[in-house]
C-alpha cells in the first residue's frame, strides 16, 4: 500500500504540476525481510489440491474485470450486526456463494488471502513482505450457514494472524529459494520452466484469492483528482 500510495502521488505530482517542498523524512529501503525473518522451523502444512473453479481460462494475457460499488455504512452495519469485521464478512459470503454452487464438490475450497506482515513484525520496507493464509472449507461435511462460515473465519484469522505461524509460512517460501541446486539453475531456465511449476505447486493450492487493500490515505491537495 504504501509503494501505492507513493506511486499514486508521483502521477498526479507529473500530470498537475503538485510538487510539493515537504521533505519526506519517511524513505524506506528495500531491504529483504523474507531473509531478515527466516528461521529454520517446521513446514507449514497446507493443501495440495484445491477444488477449482470449472470455468475455461482466457489465453495468457486476457483477463475480465468486474467492478462493483456498495454503501460503505450499509456494509459495516451488517457486517456489526454479524460482530466481524467487513473484510472477513465479505470473505464469508465469498466463501458461501462458492460453496452454494458446487456443493458437489470432493475436494477443499481454498481462498488465498494475502496478509500484509510489516505491521505485525514492525518492520518497513518497499519490497514484498506479505503472506498468503489460507482458510479452506469441505463441502462434502454438509451445508454451511453464513453465520457458521463467519464464527470460522473469525476463529482462523484469531489462530493463523500469529507472529510464530507466520515463522513456518516464511520459512516454506524461502527454503526452496535457499536451496543451493535452484540457485546453480540459469536465469533462462529458470524463466522458462519456473512458472509451470508454480501452476503446479502453487495456483493448485488455490480455488480462488480475496484481497482487502484497506485505505488509501493522501493528503489534502490530491483528494479532488
Known amino acids: 500500500l504504501d509503494f501505492l500510495r507513493d506511486l499514486v502521488k508521483e502521477y498526479l505530482n ?3 504540476g503538485l510538487h510539493s517542498d515537504e521533505v519526506d ?7 529483504n525481510l523474507y531473509e531478515k525473518y527466516l528461521k529454520k522451523v517446521s513446514e507449514e502444512i497446507t493443501i495440495k489440491k484445491a477444488f477449482h473453479l470449472p470455468y475455461k481460462t482466457r489465453e495468457k494475457g486476457y483477463y475480465f474485470v468486474t467492478t462493483g460499488e456498495m454503501n460503505l455504512d450499509t456494509v459495516k452495519a451488517i457486517a456489526a450486526e454479524n460482530n ?11 466463501f458461501k456463494v462458492i460453496i452454494d454452487n458446487f456443493k458437489m464438490s470432493k475436494e477443499s475450497i481454498v ?8 505491521k505485525l513484525f514492525n518492520d518497513e520496507t518497499n519490497r514484498n513482505f506479505f503472506i498468503n493464509i489460507t482458510p ?3 463441502p462434502t461435511l454438509g451445508e454451511y450457514s453464513l453465520q457458521e ?4 473465519i473469525d476463529t482462523y484469522f484469531d489462530l493463523k494472524i500469529k507472529k510464530k505461524e507466520f515463522y513456518k509460512s516464511i520459512y516454506k517460501a524461502m527454503n526452496p529459494i535457499r536451496n543451493v541446486v535452484i540457485k546453480s539453475v540459469p536465469y533462462i531456465i529458470k524463466r522458462l520452466v519456473f512458472p509451470f511449476v ?3 505447486y502453487g495456483e493448485r493450492g488455490y480455488t480462488t484469492g480475496f484481497s482487502n487493500l484497506g ?5 489534502k491537495k490530491y483528494e479532488k483528482y
Request: net charge positive; charged share 25%.
Open 149 to 152: 462460515i463467519i464464527k470460522y
Open 136 to 138: 479452506n472449507i469441505d
Open 25 to 31: 523524512t519517511k524513505k524506506l529501503g528495500y531491504e
Open 111 to 118: 481462498i488465498g488471502v494475502p496478509v500484509d506482515l510489516r
Open 14 to 16: 507529473l500530470k498537475y
Open 215 to 219: 485505505v488509501l490515505n493522501l493528503e
Open 84 to 94: 466481524t469485521t467487513v473484510g472477513k464478512y465479505l470473505l464469508s459470503v465469498y
Open 198 to 200: 508454480f501452476d503446479y
